[in-house]
């Protein structure tokens, strides 16, 4: 199973839902890097066998139903891989014309991901790491 980073179910949560399933965990590279460290913290204490890096998100697609709809979370669900309601993509936030997920995206997402971060991964963990997007 390949849980988000973005999922509205935990790490921890999936990992105590399906202690002998196969996981993995896709990850995003956060401009703070140390939230993108304890994701990937968390994915190795609780099992997970790979981290999936989507390296294209910072050019997210011109997603024309999510403009027009103003696409945001419902009022009670959250991204539950984050503490704080500033990561946590909080359907309170008023985005104006936009789509939430774009305004989240140019908030949190760093966009200048390279091969040095994936460099750097590297050397934060010894899980496999597949690149997933166009780099």
């Known amino acids: ?3 988000s980073s973005w999922a509205t179910s ?11 399933a196969l996981r993995w965990l ?10 993108t460290k304890q994701l990937v913290r968390r994915a190795e204490w609780m099992g997970y066998k790979a981290i999936f890096v989507t390296v294209d998100t910072p ?19 959250r991204m539950k891989n984050f503490e704080t309601n500033d990561l946590a993509f ?14 989240y995206v140019a908030k949190a997402i760093d966009p200048s991901i390279s091969w040095e971060d994936i460099k750097w991964l590297r050397r934060l963990t010894s899980l496999p790491i597949v690149a997933k997007g166009i780099l």
């Open 90 to 103: 909080s359907p309170k936030e008023n985005f104006g014309d936009n789509s939430g997920l774009a305004a």
């Open 1 to 3: 199973m390949l849980l």
């Open 59 to 77: 050019y997210l697609g011109n997603r024309f139903d999510d403009v027009r709809n103003r696409f945001k979370l419902p009022p009670q669900l």
């Open 26 to 35: 896709q990850l995003y590279i956060y401009k703070d890097r140390e939230v």
């Open 10 to 20: 935990s790490i921890e949560e999936v990992a105590e839902a399906g202690p002998e």
